[in-house]
């Protein structure tokens, strides 16, 4: 059973750099045909998909989010990690990884984590 476990960095403040690295366990970060994403629910807001970061490194943003975001990984870790850069309080929501096979399912999720930016 595949478990993730997301970093928990609570307060960012405006214009800086949003951290969070997901932790897994279980299963590999490059067993085939696995998707590693990162996903996100403001207050009051349903679900937003982020991106990936696929079994061979490869990664795929959301359009809305693209020019701020990355994504990478630490094999040797067995860890993922996201990167969304120049965060304002629209950027506040709880944070989830989550993987499965194929792009678009979520078999395995974290318990997600709270961000909130503020000054």
């Known amino acids: 059973q595949v478990q993730l476990q997301e970093s928990a960095p609570g307060l960012v403040k405006p214009s800086q750099t949003l951290s969070l690295t997901c932790t897994v366990s279980g299963g590999s970060i490059t067993t085939n045909y696995y998707y590693w994403s990162w996903i996100r629910q403001p207050p009051g807001k349903g679900l937003e998909w982020i991106g990936y970061i696929d079994y061979s490194g490869s990664t795929y943003y959301s359009p809305s989010l693209k020019s701020r975001t990355s994504i990478s990984r630490d094999t040797s870790k067995n860890q993922f990690t996201l990167q969304l850069s120049s965060v304002t309080p629209e950027d506040t929501a709880v944070y989830y990884c989550?993987?499965?096979?194929?792009?678009?399912?979520?078999?395995?999720w974290g318990q997600g984590t709270q961000v909130t930016v503020s000054s």
């Open positions: 989550a993987s499965g096979v194929g792009s678009s399912t979520m078999d395995y």
